[in-house]
């Protein structure tokens, strides 16, 4: 099925999750930026969904509603048969997820969520990516902060190393400053997938190729890093970034079904300055991450976590939210040493404001020719964010404020 045998669907987009911390937020992008497309808000409780679109004011006042609970697979199958696109942030989405993305693919309904569940992401490929080839349908996981800065500043990159020099990129190296706060459901996930036995699962750095086999052992590049360092290409000390386990799976997927090369090599890091207060911090980091991890490992440690870490449905407040930021600068090398820089960044909590601008101009792709999307309007299959919007998101995120640059 393609995307112009479902434009006469009642809705464009569906928000499904619109209950959530996220969620709520999709809600009130909508009302302020979705005036011009047919959209509802979903999820399993009505009456919580109709007290959130009057709280989101009069944008949302002609939104639908519609009630469908993650197991309930006939009203999933009426919910995807309803809209051209899916819009999710209910998570886990390994426990909230895999009934919603079948229904997606059997209707043959465009699908894009915030999840940064690898494990999760690999089933769908096993169970979905032939078929949704094959009938022109795309679902896109992973496109809020993790992992959209890292895929398409890699693809920036190497789109820009081509035209520049005519050169592949070899290595691209990504570096994250941000500041933001943790939501709850975001803790959950994270802990439903450690509770799930996935860590070996999620080491694999080519978890989401099309056959993760196919590298093994693994290319030292590719191995994720544990240790602080000084790079003298980013100039900057710098340490292991939390989300690059997930975004660099993501961008080694993008690579592969874009064909970036066999040379290309991507890693991220979190940066710290110059300077000796700058190594301790990222010595610091990196410490706490490697200790941190190992005891999430141990079952009284998680339960104490929860405990006292914001519960499902919460997250920052409003004000550290409009305070946050991102930056990520990327440095691209081709094998003759030509060298390409990448900046993007944004105004915002990453893993709320940036997040829901980023998954809903991702869904609000779909409502614009479909010809412009990498591939044409009848490629499918389970895609990325650069695989699969390219430069249409580029275009929309830079149209919203924020930069994406090339140096
Ligand atoms: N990519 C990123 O950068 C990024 C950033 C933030 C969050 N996330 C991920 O996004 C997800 C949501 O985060 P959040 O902070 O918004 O979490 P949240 O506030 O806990 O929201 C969870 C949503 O799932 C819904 N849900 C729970 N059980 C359900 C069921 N049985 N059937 C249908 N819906 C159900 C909840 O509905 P009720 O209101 O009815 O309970 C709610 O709408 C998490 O997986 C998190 O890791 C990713």
């Known amino acids: 099925m393609t995307l112009s045998s479902s434009a006469s669907r009642p809705y464009d987009v569906i928000l499904y999750g619109a209950t959530g911390f996220v969620g709520r937020q999709t809600v009130a992008y909508f009302a302020a930026h979705g005036t011009h497309v047919r959209w509802a808000l979903a999820g399993r409780n009505a009456s919580k969904l109709e007290a959130i679109r009057k709280d989101a004011g009069p944008g949302a006042a002609q939104a639908g509603l519609l009630v469908a609970a993650a197991d309930d697979q006939a009203a999933l199958a009426a919910l995807a048969a309803s809209a051209r696109v899916v819009l999710s942030t209910a998570g886990p989405f390994a426990l909230f997820g895999s009934a919603l ?87 959950a996930s994270a802990l439903n997938m450690i509770e799930a036995g996935q860590q070996a699962q999620m080491a694999n750095p080519y978890l989401l190729n099309p056959d993760p086999q196919t590298r093994k052992p693994g290319h030292p590049l590719d191995a994720d890093p544990f240790a602080p360092h000084f790079d003298a290409d980013l100039d900057a000390w710098l340490a292991p970034f939390v989300m690059s386990p997930i975004n660099t799976r993501v961008v080694r ?107 809903c101009e991702a869904a609000l792709a779909f409502t614009g020719d479909r010809q412009t999307l990498p591939g044409g309007a009848d490629a499918g299959g389970v895609l990325t964010a650069a695989s699969g919007l390219g430069q249409v998101l580029v275009n929309r995120l830079r149209d919203t404020g924020m930069k994406l640059e090339c140096l």
């Not at 992973?142 to 190497?158: I, K, N, R, T």
């Open 253 to 359: 997927r993008s690579a592969a079904l874009l064909g970036y090369g066999d040379a290309f090599h991507y890693q991220e890091y979190m940066r710290f300055g110059k300077g000796p207060v700058a190594a301790l911090s990222a010595a610091a980091l990196s410490f706490g991450m490697a200790n941190g991890t190992a005891a999430m490992r141990i079952g009284p440690v998680r339960r104490m976590a929860k405990r006292f870490a914001p519960a499902p449905g919460t997250g920052p407040s409003e004000a550290s939210m409009n305070n946050g930021f991102f930056r990520c600068d990327l440095v691209a090398q081709s094998p003759r040493g030509k060298t390409v820089k990448v900046r993007l960044s944004g105004q915002g909590d990453p893993g709320n404001r940036v997040t829901t601008r980023m998954v």
């Open 101 to 187: 993305v079948a229904a997606c693919v059997e209707n043959g309904t465009h699908y894009v969520d915030i999840t940064g569940e690898t494990p999760w992401v690999r089933g769908l490929i096993d169970q979905h990516h032939a078929k949704a080839k094959r009938d022109g349908t795309r679902i896109i996981p992973c496109c809020g902060f993790d992992s959209v800065p890292s895929d398409l500043g890699a693809w920036l990159a190497v789109q820009e190393m081509k035209a520049r020099y005519g050169e592949v990129c070899a290595s691209v190296k990504a570096s994250f400053s941000m500041r933001g706060g943790l939501n709850g459901g975001t803790l």
